[in-house]
């Protein structure tokens, strides 16, 4: 199911978001406290965000520009500042789509489809992966667990994922940097070390200790 973050102040359009894009099968969380959206924007982990401009205490493009430091969700914004200005402003702030007020709810729904088919190829496979308690969002490369957060670098995240996906045994060093070479940059040895002990001390970070254990000789596995 994917998860729709619903930041506008004005209760009555806020409301009938979420009612139609809960009829369409979508969670839904409307923000109520507009100091706190980015604490909620983490704590939620929506797949979708949709953001008014016109906000209390500050503005969808602060917002848009916070959400934008950790993470890579789509983003559309709802507002009747639909003037080319605003639109403009709003794409280059890291906006993906732009909807004017007032619209209709289908057409908000149609768009909402788009713009999650096209930002996850691989929704299907399921985006989260969780052991013992620990949830790795494959998407925005993060780790949840007992309701605290740290975000991930692409590396540490590939690791996380691979390690998660054969969770309890023993997975290869030379397995993990193969994975890690997918990217533009060769990975040695010594660097997949390092980024393993960066993960761990984030992990640490959280309250999750001895999560990854070091089997000598062969590679990495997690409890």
Request: proline share 2%; aromatic share 8%.
């Amino acid at each position: 199911m994917f998860r729709v973050l619903i930041i506008e102040d004005d209760e009555i359009i806020a409301k009938a978001i979420e009612k139609q894009a809960r009829a369409w099968g979508y969670e839904v969380l409307r923000i109520e406290d507009f100091k706190e959206v980015l604490p909620i924007f983490v704590q939620f982990k929506p797949h979708l965000v949709l953001l008014d401009i016109s906000l209390p205490f500050y503005n969808g493009y602060h917002w848009c520009t916070e959400i934008r430091k950790v993470s890579k969700v789509p983003i559309m914004f709802i507002s009747s500042s639909a003037d080319n200005m605003n639109i403009v402003m709003a794409m280059n702030m890291g906006g993906d789509d732009f909807i004017a007020k007032p619209f209709d709810l289908n057409v908000l729904i149609s768009k909402i489809q788009a713009l999650l088919r096209c930002s996850y190829d691989f929704a299907g496979q399921g985006a989260l992966l969780e052991h013992v308690g620990v949830i790795l969002d494959k998407d925005n490369l993060s780790i949840t667990y007992e309701s605290r957060t740290v975000e991930l670098t692409k590396n540490e995240g590939k690791i996380m994922i691979v390690l998660m996906e054969q969770a309890g045994k023993c997975v290869s060093r030379d397995a993990i940097i193969r994975r890690l070479w997918e990217s533009d940059h060769y990975i040695d040895d010594n660097t997949l070390t390092v980024n393993v002990t960066r993960l761990r001390k984030k992990l640490e970070e959280i309250g999750i200790v001895n999560f990854i254990v070091t089997q000598k000789g062969v590679g990495y596995r997690i409890r």
